[in-house]
């Protein structure tokens, strides 16, 4: 069992940056992919941002491409999400997730309770 707390969201001008943290306990990182989406209030959930076991492989939605950097550090069993020239389309909950290479779910097996983010003009 993984459990993960999100932590670093809060209130920031459009155009300034934030540093997301998601710290897991009970087991090692090393063996999950990991992920951050987000929700706005209204809307569906939406993927953000993913990164491989050891962190050689990343993908980004399109609308955070060069805007944010996703990044983890598995002997702190963490990982982060850079968040550079916010915009106020960047508002939402941010949820870590995390994905294990021996689980057989569709989807993500373990998820945190999320960070809100508003990015204010």
């Known amino acids: 069992q993984v459990q993960l707390v999100e932590s670093g969201g809060g209130l920031v001008q459009a155009g300034g940056s934030l540093r997301l943290s998601c710290v897991a306990s009970?087991?090692?990182?090393?063996?999950?992919?990991m992920a951050w989406l987000r929700q706005a209030p209204g809307k569906e959930r939406e993927f953000v941002a993913r990164?491989?076991?050891?962190?050689?492989?990343?993908s980004y939605a399109d609308s955070v491409k060069g805007r944010f950097t996703i990044s983890r550090d598995n002997a702190k069993n963490t990982v982060y999400l850079q968040m550079n020239s916010l915009k106020q389309e960047d508002t939402a909950r941010y949820y870590c997730?995390?994905?294990?290479?021996?689980?057989?779910?569709?989807?993500?097996?373990?998820w945190g309770q999320g960070t809100q983010v508003t990015v204010s003009s």
């Open positions: 997730a995390a994905d294990s290479i021996f689980g057989t779910t569709s989807g993500y097996d373990y």
């Open positions: 009970g087991e090692s990182l090393r063996t999950y992919t």
């Open positions: 990164i491989s076991l050891s962190g050689g492989r990343t």
